[in-house]
């Protein structure tokens, strides 16, 4: 059998390369050579040594937890009937392990299906498997390593769109990455009326305006909470927290948000967050948690995501600040926890 390079992260901030059996085609899969890797936020969590998430993934963590890719086909098994070999894809890892049959399945929440079994992603390596089921061929304007960060924009806009916006909402998100930008992006695409986003540095602040925020206000202010309020007169009407870690964004969404208004929680939280349950009811808070992505209607999130990244109108493949290669995945891993070095997503190319 053949070998591949993976990353495994063997403790907080201890990550190394290893050999692996590369994958095998098999006649309802195909093989992917993978052409980039986005470093997400959870990773960081990991690598971080978050005692919520290590708990959740103990390490030894096989691949590292990689699991935003864009890749080549380059092998089809024979019962393969929508891919071919050279096609260049987008992969929706919840839709493609999905059953398809289950009652989410049919209701098009692929990532809480039950019959998945435990969710474990190959990681950063060279080559993936995965049934055709969920995988997206790119357009042409989008090249194949930015298809990388597709998912996790997909997150946001799936909430947004299972949240179902009119037109003329107050919105308010919390935070300017990757999460934050595609929500504000989205909500601008889905009819918002003012999107005000918080940011904490230079190239976050830079990236807002360009993806749809009508005001941008410096998250580490200490009058946050006031400054955003004063550009949502009453309150706004949905407000996307994107921060997690240990930042106080539920407290700060929760004085944000107006009476019956919605927040939608999309951080996550290096343990537990106590959330003011009087104040919540007294406002009548609706909360919208969203782990993931799935489909609105006729069209998946995934798709959605790749017109309007193709298309132009939420310029995704602009925020890949840095392309790494896999033999230095530390460096991209220090890349992408050090936002003082300009980094938006951080791309590992194989």
């Not at 708990?55 to 089809?76: D, L, N, Q, R, S």
């Not at 889905?190 to 830079?206: F, I, N, S």
Request: hydrophobic content about 45%; overall charge neutral.
């Amino acid at each position: 059998m053949s070998k591949m390079r993976s990353a495994v992260m063997l403790g907080p901030r201890q990550i190394e390369l290893v050999e692996i059996d590369r994958p095998e085609v098999d006649a309802n899969s195909v093989i992917i050579k993978v052409e980039g890797t986005g470093v997400c936020g959870s990773n960081l969590h990991w690598w971080r040594g978050a005692e919520r998430a290590t708990g959740m993934w103990p390490f030894p963590i096989p691949g590292a937890g990689g699991h935003e890719y864009g890749g080549v086909v380059i092998e089809a098994g024979r019962n393969i009937r929508k891919l071919k070999v050279g096609d260049r894809v987008a992969v929706d890892q919840f839709h493609s392990t999905s059953c398809g049959q289950c009652v989410y399945c049919s209701s098009g929440a692929f990532g809480v299906c039950p019959n998945r079994g435990t969710f474990v992603t190959p990681g950063f390596v060279d080559y993936i498997k995965f049934p055709e089921k969920g995988l997206h061929v790119l357009p042409d304007s989008i090249a194949t390593h930015e298809a990388a960060i597709i998912e996790p924009a997909a997150t946001p806009i799936s909430a947004l769109r299972r949240l179902g916006l009119r037109g003329g909402e107050r919105v308010v998100v919390l935070g300017a990455g990757i999460v934050g930008l595609a929500a504000a992006g989205v909500a601008k695409a889905l009819g918002a009326g003012k999107v005000v986003v918080t940011a904490k540095y230079d190239q976050q602040e830079k990236f807002a305006y360009e993806f749809g925020a009508d005001v941008v206000v410096r998250s580490n202010a200490k009058d946050v909470v006031e400054q955003v309020l004063s550009h949502v007169d009453g309150g706004a009407d949905i407000v996307v927290e994107t921060v997690g870690g240990m930042a106080p964004t539920m407290d700060q969404a929760a004085a944000i948000i107006r009476p019956r208004g919605t927040v939608i929680p999309l951080g996550l939280w290096d343990e537990p967050v106590k959330i003011d349950s009087w104040g919540a009811v007294f406002k009548e808070i609706n909360f919208m948690f969203a782990l993931a992505y799935g489909q609105v209607g006729l069209r998946t999130d995934y798709e959605y995501a790749i017109e309007l990244m193709a298309s132009g109108r939420l310029p995704l493949q602009k925020l890949i600040t840095h392309q790494v290669p896999l033999a230095n995945i530390r460096e991209a891993f220090e890349l992408a926890d050090d936002k003082t070095r300009g980094a938006i997503k951080v791309v590992v190319r194989p």
